[in-house]
Nanobody, 125 residues
Framework: QVQLVESGGGSVQAGGSLRLSCAGVGTTYRTYHIMAWFRQAPGKEREGVAA????????YYADAVKGRFTISHDSEKRTMHMQLNSLKPEDTSIYYC?????????????????WGQGTQVTVSS
């Protein structure tokens, strides 16, 4: 059963912007504490990009995107967004939405049990 649905990927030139969205459409949404974006480029490992605690609103960013990407969450619409500004060619990846339940001892990018299908972001120079 699909739980997370991403949208908003596309192709832009360097310096451009995109907005990604992730809707929580399944019955597990009520169990989520953290929602996050990960990305994976061809030949590279998946990496965490940004995360938001949907109960408190606190956010966390990877160093590579700090100051350029902004993550947010709309609880009424059960949707997470990420604004991507000042995009660089190295941001080109498939971006995945993910969610996890309460895990006080987990490091920021681990133990995500729910995943979307991914959306492609391509940045040309």
């Amino acid at each position: 059963q699909v739980q997370l649905v991403e949208s908003g990927g596309g192709s832009v030139q360097a310096g451009g912007s995109l907005r990604l969205s992730c809707a929580g459409v399944g019955t597990t949404y009520r169990t989520y504490h953290i929602m996050a974006w990960f990305r994976q480029a061809p030949g590279k490992e998946r990496e965490g990009v940004a995360a938001v605690n949907i109960r408190t609103g606190s956010t966390y960013y990877a160093d590579a995107v700090k100051g350029r990407f902004t993550i947010s969450h709309d609880s009424e619409k059960r949707t997470m967004h990420m604004q991507l500004n000042s995009l660089k060619p190295e941001d080109t990846s498939i971006y995945y939405c993910a969610a996890r339940t309460l895990c006080d001892e987990c490091d920021p990018w681990s133990s995500f049990g729910f995943w979307g299908q991914g959306t492609q972001v391509t940045v040309s120079s």
